[in-house]
T-cell receptor, first 111, second 112 residues
């Protein structure tokens, strides 16, 4: 069964610290997404990657296709970054645009 | 901005009731999805639709059905709600935006 694994499950950081969340997947993908979910439930798309690196503000996402691995970095973390971060992939075998999700990483940034 | 609107944020229903969860998108997207999210299990696909009146089962379709009579609206139906369907339900649509997918705010359903 194709799998998406995230680590760590939980992460606590002090304000200003650099945070890294990892995502590994088992077979070929056509795209990888990083999503953010705040308490209350709504999900926001942060990045869609198929290669290389993307940056948006203090967030950086990288992907290594050969190693089947992606990382999400948060620089100069802030309490408002506290959320669940979710990795999701679209397998190359999928025709419909379905996503498979990791279990999520709960990030808490303390002042 | 693309919007995906779910009609209810919180819903409480009784066991055995028929429940409708509504999702509307405003960007003419063809593909729409219903997921449920449970602690420790992440998001799992219930059903998806790739066009009006077209639907496909996802990974956990049992106990659910869907309806897509108009392109912008995708409804999830719990034919006879059960307590194990208590969950967060998220709708998403997929189109040609830079992120690919837009999610709704979610509906937290409690079946008592």
């Amino acid at each position: 069964k194709n799998e998406v694994e995230q680590s760590p499950q939980n992460l606590t950081a002090q304000e200003g610290e650099f945070i890294t969340i990892n995502c590994s997947y088992s077979v070929g993908i056509s795209a990888l997404h990083w999503l953010q979910q705040h308490p209350g439930g709504g999900i926001v798309s942060l990045f869609m990657l198929s290669s290389g690196k993307k940056k948006h503000g203090r967030l950086i996402a990288t992907i290594n296709i050969q190693e089947k691995h992606s990382s999400l970095h948060i620089t100069a973390s802030h309490p408002r970054d506290s959320a669940v971060y979710i990795c999701a992939v679209r397998w190359t075998t999928d025709s419909w645009g379905k996503l498979q999700f990791g279990a999520g990483t709960q990030v808490v940034v303390t002042p | 901005d693309v919007k995906v609107t779910q009609s209810s944020r919180y819903l409480v229903k009784r066991t055995g009731e028929k429940v409708f969860l509504e999702c509307v998108q405003d960007m003419d997207h063809e593909n729409m999805f219903w997921y449920r999210q449970d602690p420790g299990l992440g998001l799992r696909l219930i059903y998806f639709s790739y066009d009006v009146k077209m639907k496909e089962k996802g990974d956990i379709p049992e106990g659910y059905s869907v309806s897509r009579e108009k392109k912008e609206r995708f409804s999830l139906i719990l034919e006879s709600a059960s307590t194990n369907q208590t969950s967060m339900y998220l709708c998403a649509s997929r189109g040609q935006t830079i992120y690919g997918y837009t999610f709704g705010s979610g509906t937290r359903l409690t079946v008592v």
